[in-house]
């Protein structure tokens, strides 16, 4: 298959699964749990990615007419994303069962991923896994995203000179975490 | 030797005053810094590539709980309730002004009486 028919084979599933099909929202669900799971694992651990990754994409499915095809559809999930991720912090924060600071790495990570690169990555999500929840998100969307200052300021409801102030932040504390574990 | 001004120039961020700027263009210490960042950099933008993959049980539980599809945007609803929460504040702060007015007036009507 081509990009272009990958593209829109993916089209089409949206027309429908806008329309209210279930069957193309699972199809839609089987393409992108994997990006929304990974997404949510680096802003909130492994306790709570995988509720957030189903609010996501529940809240999708929901939100599905109102999707215009103004962003990507990856994008947009992205950001839906995002959203439950903070309502669910928010409210496992208000519950408290269990402490969302503690040390979580990619438990997910597949066997075959040895070696360096595996190391200096696995090094790289116990780093992040340390920052602040909000130091996290910013580093995570603009950094390991690519998301722009406004984008990421705008999702997690801060200002642009926050989002700027907080990334700084997260680096220098990456840098020094990273430099540490050496 | 690290100087208050290497200080200065890693905890603030971006690029910060011209004094700093012409601090961290000689500054070896500094300079050490940025490389060290720019390869934190480029490995964060690696992990972008990665995906971990989700729980085997996260599709059949979200194809289990899909409800009804929402064509309403949510946001007119809150844009509902905050301009009659706007309104009713508009109005009490009318009548409040309106008797303060009236009992003014009264006042007034009766000293002159």
């Known amino acids: 298959m081509t990009a272009g028919e990958v593209q829109r084979a993916e089209e089409e599933l949206l027309a429908r699964a806008r329309a209210g099909d279930r069957e193309a929202f699972g199809d839609l669900v089987g393409r992108y749990q994997d990006t929304v799971y990974t997404l949510a694992l680096r802003l909130v651990g492994p306790d709570l990615a995988a509720d957030v990754a189903q609010e996501a994409l529940l809240r999708a499915w929901r939100a599905l007419p109102r999707f ?15 959203n439950s991720a903070w309502t669910l912090r928010k409210r496992a924060r208000r519950q408290a069962t269990e402490p969302l600071e503690g040390d979580f790495e990619d438990r997910g990570l597949p066997p075959e991923r ?48 926050t989002a700027k102030v907080r990334l700084h932040r997260a680096r220098l504390r990456l840098r020094a975490l990273l430099a540490g574990a050496r | 030797m690290r ?42 933008v690696g992990l972008a590539d990665e995906q971990v993959p989700a729980p085997a049980g996260l599709h059949p539980r979200v194809l289990a709980g899909l409800g009804r599809q929402d064509a309403a945007d949510p946001r007119r609803a809150l844009v509902a309730r905050a301009a009659a929460r706007h309104a009713a504040a508009g109005g009490l702060a009318a009548a409040t002004l309106l008797a303060l007015v009236a009992g003014l007036a009264r006042r007034h009507s009766r000293a002159l009486g």
């Open chain 1, 114 to 161: 040895a070696g360096e690169l595996a190391e200096v990555r696995a090094g790289l999500s116990r780093a992040l896994a340390a920052l602040t929840p909000g130091q996290r998100a910013v580093v995570v969307l603009r950094d390991v995203y690519g998301w722009s200052n406004a984008e990421t300021a705008r999702e997690l409801g801060i200002t642009e000179v």
């Open chain 1, 68 to 82: 215009r095809g103004e962003a990507a559809f990856g994008t947009w999930l992205h950001r839906i994303t995002v």
């Open chain 2, 3 to 44: 100087t208050p001004l290497c200080a200065l120039a890693e905890w603030l961020p971006g690029e910060g005053p011209a004094l700093l700027g012409a601090h961290r263009r000689i500054c070896l210490r500094c300079q050490a810094g940025a490389a060290r960042e720019r390869v934190l950099r480029r490995a964060l």
